[in-house]
């Protein structure tokens, strides 16, 4: 049915049940109530359309929902507005503190209604069927479409990341809304559908602190200048006092003489450049003036565009979970629902078919000594000339040539035609040994995800001095391994049985963990944590933008807004 035949379907449907075709409304229909025949209602469908401005975001879900109640009225009855209806306007006006707009679900449109069928209004209009069906259809709508973007985020690209990959069930947001109605709590179970971790609820709650730093004008911006550090004396400095004091990186209190570059100053600089994934050299350098510039605004629109991202994982993310966020380069791990401890990450690279992707799964295995099975583009764009250009590349790089990764031996290099083959036509895999040099290290964490994505050792731990860390080809290469292995199997004597068993045998040995892990690889330039400070990271994969944009588009009934795309 097409979206226009959708409203006058309701319209007609719900102008039948305001009409009287199943008796006088009652606050709860009676169960013996005839249901409507929708068959039955179409041949007089051109006496009641539904004008343009009442078209529904959810049109699909609004029929399934009355559908569901054969078609009896939900928000009103013969007195007018139930009090649930009262209750969830109510709710609507302040989904601002969740980071959504009230107007963008049918508010003013629905308040308008709302008043024509209060007593106060004339006997005539309030009982006036088509205010009734209207007001009905909308409420549903309003209901069903702020739902959808409480649990999966406004942009249209509601579960980000690799097919199949998702541990998230969808929320049935008809039946929940039944349940609400029947419970008679409308609007705490919309809220309910926003996620419940302690992520997005810190985010969450910083978000009208920064409405309140817009709203005062922002704070002091720090230009670009000559680096200062402790010491010095400049007209500068007091500048940077109030920067700091802002947010909260300095007090309030005076400094004996207000120009000097003193230890206080020194310890605040370097809280905001922990905040800010900074180094923590207490020196107000290039980067640090350049993260001291940012407007209150632009940090605001950056919490506003991280809860959309918080959105899209899932409401609960378990008491243990493994946390990696790729602009921090850093992985999380959660122990009862408490950070246990940080590492450091290596993530993809810059370039788009590098870029590690944003995807929920399960750790579910671990492999020590692990062979690398090279992935075609890496064996064709990058090795394939190597190959060609010097006979010895394989064997120094212990690399072996099969027809398949299960392949028990490999194929005699030199009886291959290397200068026939091409990126398009390479009909063979790169393995590549265990051992030193492996580009895995020692230890590989299996994930349950479509890609080959995984988190692994690696050969080269100098990387993990640098403070941007783009160096992979997607796989996610984690500094002490060990801690993570006694994370995932505990802290016991048989854990350090396991690792010295594993890594002596010098040979692929694959341990599956005792209960599966959920790990989630997300995209996060802003975060909160439970002590109220805000974390900035820089947007190296240049994603913000496009998302900040399509937040930002003109709402209307049926929103052409494109998804966005995943985000790897």
Known sequence: MGRSRTRIFLGVVLFVVFTGATGPLQAQAPSDSPPLSPNALSTIAPTFPAPEEEALYESALVRQFYERRAWRPAWTDAAGVRPAALDFLDTLRRVETEGLFPADYHLHRL?????????????????????????????????????????NGRTGYARVGTPGANLCMDTDLAGA??????????????????PRHGYFLHLRAALSRYRGFVARGGWPVVPPGPTLSRGARDPEVPLIRRRLAAEGDLGEESAATPEDFDARLEEGVRKFQQRHGLRESGIVDADTRQ??????????????????????????LGDD??????????LRAVRDGVPAFELRIVVGQTRPEWQTPVFNSRLSQIVFHPFWVVPRSIATRE????????????????????????????????????????????????????????????????????????????????????????????????????????YLFGKTPATEKLIRGGL???????????????????????WAEADGNVHFRSDVYGRDPLLSALLREPRHPFPSIAAVPPEG
């Open 111 to 151: 308040e308008a209604l709302s008043a024509r069928l209060s007593p106060s209004a004339s006997a005539l209009t309030g009982n006036d069927p088509e205010i009734r069906s209207r007001f009905e259809w909308l409420m549903t709508d309003a209901f069903l479409h702020c739902g959808r973007h409480l649990s």
């Open 177 to 194: 809304l039944e349940k609400a109605l029947a419970e008679g709590r409308v609007g705490a179970a919309l809220l309910d559908f926003s």
């Open 291 to 316: 993260a001291m510039g940012v407007p209150a605004a632009d940090r605001l629109a950056q919490i506003e565009l991280n809860l959309e991202r918080w959105r899209w994982l899932c409401r609960q």
């Open 321 to 330: 979970h493994l946390l990696v966020n790729i602009p921090d380069f850093t």
């Open 383 to 486: 090795m394939l000339p190597k190959i060609k250009a010097d006979p010895d590349y394989l064997k120094r790089q212990r690399l072996q040539v099969v027809r398949s990764p299960k392949d028990e031996t490999g194929l005699d290099p030199l009886e291959i035609a290397w200068k026939s083959l091409s990126e398009q036509h390479f009909p063979y895999t790169l393995r590549q040994d265990p051992g030193a040099g492996n580009a895995l290290g020692r230890i590989k964490f299996v994930l349950t995800n479509t890609p080959d994505i995984y988190l692994h050792d690696t050969p080269s731990p100098r990387y993990f001095r640098r403070q941007v860390r783009t160096f992979s080809h997607g796989c996610v290469r984690v500094e002490k391994p060990l801690t993570l292995v006694r």
């Open 504 to 526: 002596m045998k010098k040979r692929p040995t694959a341990i599956n963990l005792p209960r599966p892990v959920p790990v989630y690889l997300v995209y996060v330039t802003s």
